[in-house]
């Protein structure tokens, strides 16, 4: 067993200093305490090397009093940034990237952005590594568009640096706690990396959503499709779809997929990925995934089986109960938040749907965090 000597400061790995399957058995009892009373839940799927898997590691950077400049992680409850040089479940490469970065910020006379005062220039550094193609992504988000001697800072991080495929200027200008500004601009290369995942080649724009664990993600997608039972005819619904993966993956055994996803730029990559991978039966829609349930539900659309995979807040009532109206016969219901899958599975088990059965899979290693499949099936007419 690996210990962090910043696990206390940082508070991101809550079970870090304890064995690995033990960590498993509390999620497992927290699956358990939260939808057992829904139906079966399935031991949880555990990693191999639960160890340097996130794919995505956001740092932020300040100066200490005395002149250092930190890059890291926020200090656990506050916005004090404590210096991080690796991390145990980080990607070892994006670490040593990030450091690579603060070491140049000095010659290159940038100077780390203020949150009290608001000025200076660089906020955070976002790196990203597709696992399988091995193409780096590095986003430097600043608080202006300008990047003083931009085409040398470039050539000398790619010079430490050749795995680098594409670097981008994300600008954040506005005074909030979000990393990522909305505005993008590619420094190097084509301003998005692709990863593989279940046989399939994604594209990911640096503000489209993508699983942090590419190793997992297979597992917990596998599952899903798995799940769903499909026979090759049915029309699915992939909901909160992000840049397509689910839809994609189990379009091969459906008749036709439709994906909703509220993110511009991940429908974007969306359509993108379906083209290059030769996906037909696939359409997306930009649109509040609730908004879009009720529009089907009032056109009385037809739908077999809904994939839906919302973000930690879980679903709203408008999605749920257009849900109901609609009846597909199967909801596969992938959550990274069992609190609020359990609320909205109360609201389902309510109305005419049947938990079979929940599957835990160990997204998060070490955190506190569960992710979780679900398959209902309608018991009502
Ligand atoms: N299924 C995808 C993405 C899951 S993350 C995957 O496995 O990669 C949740 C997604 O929901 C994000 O892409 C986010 O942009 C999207 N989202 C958040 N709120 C939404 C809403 N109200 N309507 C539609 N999509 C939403």
Redesign the pocket.
């Known amino acids: 067993m690996k210990t962090c000597e910043l696990a206390k400061k940082c508070g991101g790995c809550k079970y870090q200093g304890m064995p690995y399957e033990k960590t498993l058995a509390i999620k497992q009892k927290k699956l358990k305490d939260l939808l057992g009373g829904f139906g079966k839940v399935l031991p949880i799927l555990g990693m191999k090397e639960p160890y340097h898997y996130r794919n995505k590691v956001t740092a932020a950077f300040a100066r200490l009093r005395n002149g250092t400049i930190v890059s890291g992680v926020y200090q656990e409850g506050t916005h004090r940034v404590i210096n991080v040089d690796e991390c145990l479940i980080e990607d070892a490469l994006a670490d040593q990237i990030i450091c690579d970065i603060r070491g140049m910020l000095k010659s290159f006379k940038i100077k780390v952005y203020d949150e009290d005062s608001g000025y200076g220039l660089l906020r955070h550094v976002m790196v990203r590594r597709g696992f399988a193609t091995g193409q780096v992504m590095v986003v430097l988000v600043l608080s202006s568009p300008i990047l003083p001697s931009k085409n040398n800072f470039v050539k000398e991080l790619r010079r430490l640096h050749p795995e680098i495929t594409t670097v981008i200027l994300n600008v954040n200008d506005k005074r909030t706690s979000m990393v990522l500004g909305e505005r993008n601009i590619t420094l190097y290369g084509k301003g998005y990396i692709e990863d593989v995942l279940c046989g399939l080649r994604f594209r990911i724009s640096p503000t489209?959503?993508?699983?942090v664990n590419p190793v997992q993600?297979e597992m917990?997608?596998r599952t899903a499709i798995d799940f769903a039972g499909l026979k090759g005819k049915e029309r699915v619904l992939?909901?909160?779809?992000?840049?397509g993966?689910?839809g994609m993956a189990a379009a091969a055994d459906a008749g036709e997929v439709i994906g909703?996803?509220?993110?511009q730029n991940?429908v974007r990559d969306a359509v993108n990925n379906a083209k290059h991978n030769g996906v037909k039966n696939i359409t997306f829609y930009q649109?509040?995934?609730?908004r879009?349930m009720v529009q089907l539900a009032e056109q009385r659309e037809h739908i077999d089986v809904v994939?839906m995979?919302?973000?930690r807040s879980g679903s709203?009532e408008a999605f749920l109960s257009s849900l109901v109206r609609l009846a597909p016969k199967r909801v596969v219901y992938?959550s990274?938040n069992p609190e609020t899958l359990a609320r909205d599975l109360k609201f389902l088990c309510g109305k005419g749907y049947r938990m079979e059965k929940a599957q835990g899979v160990d997204m998060f290693g070490w955190t506190e965090h569960v992710e979780c499949v679900v398959l209902l099936s309608r018991v009502k007419k």
């Open positions: 489209s959503f993508y699983q993600t917990l997608y992939d909901a909160y779809c992000g840049i993966t689910i909703v996803e509220l993110n991940a649109e509040d995934a609730g879009f994939f995979d919302p973000p709203d992938i990274c």
